[in-house]
């Protein structure tokens, strides 16, 4: 479980979160959403510890964040895995090794039970023909796979994923969504998303929060996003006719 | 203006101490090194090797047409090869060279894993980054002396041939030169500069990679600022130390 509590950043003069305050509880994906340039990447990396909040806090199971000495830190981050928004691939490397690499690392395992494990993962998240390309030689989709594998390589505890599933098709996207709810329920993992897709939203948002001017704006879980009447909220996510008759349907079904 | 200066240079000595805080993996760390060492020292003793070997070359004709006194003895230009080569050509101006070179390449590397959040990466999974990145480059760049006696001999190499096969001097009057007052604090010398500049070779241009701020346009910048600054400073140090160990 992850509880943050009224954190803050600015950049220089932009104030980009405003006081967010929220928990996001273990076995549950925990969607974020909000505007193209609302803080979402921002938000996520503050709880990281890439970007340091400038007020606030931020704990991990009771651990604060800023209260833990440089070790206990690096120790608290071999629990996280982490898919950036742009991938973040060590491009000095194969699929394969960048996927092994956490394992490397941080345990002991021989480069048998690595290779073991990461051609496992390596099939839970579709990838084929990969295994020995660069970064640099497969497709963006791709890439995205490979950083979802080695965020989840390594069983972390914590998982971040900044729009796993954008620059996938319509059908990689649910079986990515699908699966990170699937090993977050398995492994009893606290799962944070950043995403723009309504799809995500319906399918796998048990519990969504909505930033918007770098407030929280809106929180519920996906059957509450249907019922809300939060203008801004609806205005967001209804945006394109498709949603706003799946609304309707649902709400009259929901009638009867 | 002066204190940002300051602050730069404050930062780059905390950066020096985080890089031998939480050491990586011995066994990641050994192929790291190996990569290193085959980048940035053996991927550099060709154009180290063709440069020597020719202005070693230069400096002996330059200095045979200047004796055109017939009072000054001719085993001076083996004289003056040597001490132009050893302490200045090779540690000095080989480590400007190097510091485009090597100096681009750590820089531009470490740039561009900044930019695309590969070192964010490193961090959230629990790596020290700075010592992932740059410890491994410091042990490589202890191989750097063997680069510049490498220089040093082709250098002198170069000038015996010039001055032999261009007529200027005999091969036994340039060996003489050779040997003429050889002062063996000299080697000494050129070689604490040598592992000098290797530091700095390994440290400035990663300082500058790691805390770049940007996109790929930056990178190259800040490539550029790197080897102004890493070149900046080895003249600055050249200066000091020759000051402190010959005068
Ligand atoms: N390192 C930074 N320095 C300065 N400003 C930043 C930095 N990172 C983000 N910002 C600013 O913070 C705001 C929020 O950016 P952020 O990347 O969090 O948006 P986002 O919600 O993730 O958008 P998207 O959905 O497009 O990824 C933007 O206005 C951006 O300019
Ligand atoms: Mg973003």
Redesign the pocket.
């Known amino acids: 479980m992850i509880e943050v509590k009224n954190i803050v950043k600015q950049?220089g003069e932009?104030t980009?979160l405003k006081g967010v305050s929220t928990r996001f509880e273990a076995g549950m994906t925990n969607l974020i959403i909000?505007q193209?340039?609302?803080?979402?990447?921002?938000?996520l990396k503050s709880l990281l510890g890439i970007h340091t909040p400038d007020s606030g806090t931020i704990s991990f199971d009771g651990r604060i964040y800023s209260e833990l000495s440089n070790d206990e830190k690096r120790a608290l981050r071999t629990e996280i895995g982490m898919v950036f928004?742009g991938s973040a691939l060590f491009d000095s490397m194969t699929v394969e090794e960048n996927i092994g690499f956490p394992l490397k690392m941080f345990t002991n395992k021989t480069p048998a039970e690595i290779k073991e494990r990461v051609d496992f993962v390596i099939d839970r998240v579709h990838l084929v023909n990969a295994h020995h390309k660069r970064p640099s030689e497969i497709s963006g989709g791709m890439q995205k796979r490979v950083a979802i594998a080695r965020a989840i390589v390594n069983n972390p505890k914590y998982l971040f994923c900044d729009?796993p599933n954008s620059g996938l098709d319509p059908k990689t996207a649910i079986v990515i969504d699908n699966l990170i709810q699937e090993i977050t329920q398995e492994y009893n993992i606290t799962t944070v998303i950043?995403t723009?897709d309504m799809n995500s939203v319906m399918e796998i948002g048990e519990k969504i929060v909505f930033l918007k001017n770098g407030l929280l704006e809106w929180e519920g879980s996906n059957k509450e996003i249907f019922k809300t009447d939060n203008a801004a909220v609806t205005d967001f996510v209804y945006s394109s006719e498709l949603f706003k008759r799946v609304r309707k349907m649902y709400l009259e079904d929901d009638v009867k | 203006m002066l204190i940002r200066y300051l602050s730069q240079i404050g930062k780059y000595f905390i950066m020096l101490k985080e890089i031998f805080n939480k050491p990586t993996k011995w066994s990641v760390m050994k192929q790291l090194i190996l990569k290193e060492v085959d980048d940035l020292i053996i991927g550099s003793l060709g154009i180290v090797a063709f440069i020597s070997f020719f202005v070693g070359g230069v400096v002996a004709i330059q200095t045979a047409l200047n004796l055109t006194n017939p009072l000054i003895p001719k085993y001076l230009i083996g004289f003056a090869t040597r001490q132009s080569v050893v302490l200045e050509f090779a540690p000095t101006f080989i480590s400007i060279i190097m510091a485009g070179k090597m100096g681009s390449f750590i820089t531009s590397s470490i740039g561009t894993m900044r930019v695309t959040e590969q070192i964010d990466a490193l961090e959230v999974m629990g790596v020290n980054s700075l010592n992932y990145l740059v410890f491994p480059k410091i042990i490589a760049l202890l191989l750097y002396p063997f680069v510049i006696g490498l220089s040093m001999f082709l250098g002198i190499f170069g000038g015996w041939m010039a001055a032999v096969y261009g007529g200027f001097t005999s091969s036994p009057e340039f060996i003489t030169g050779l040997q003429t007052e050889f002062i063996p604090f000299h080697i000494a010398y050129a070689f604490i500069k040598t592992f000098t500049f290797a530091l700095l070779l390994a440290t400035i241009p990663s300082f500058h990679g790691y805390y770049m701020k940007g996109g790929a346009l930056e990178v190259g910048q800040a490539s550029t600022v790197s080897f102004v600054w890493t070149s900046v400073v080895i003249i600055l140090m050249n200066f000091i130390l020759t000051q402190l160990l010959l005068s």
């Open positions: 950049f932009q980009v909000g193209s340039g609302s803080g979402k990447t921002v938000f928004q729009e950043n723009h």
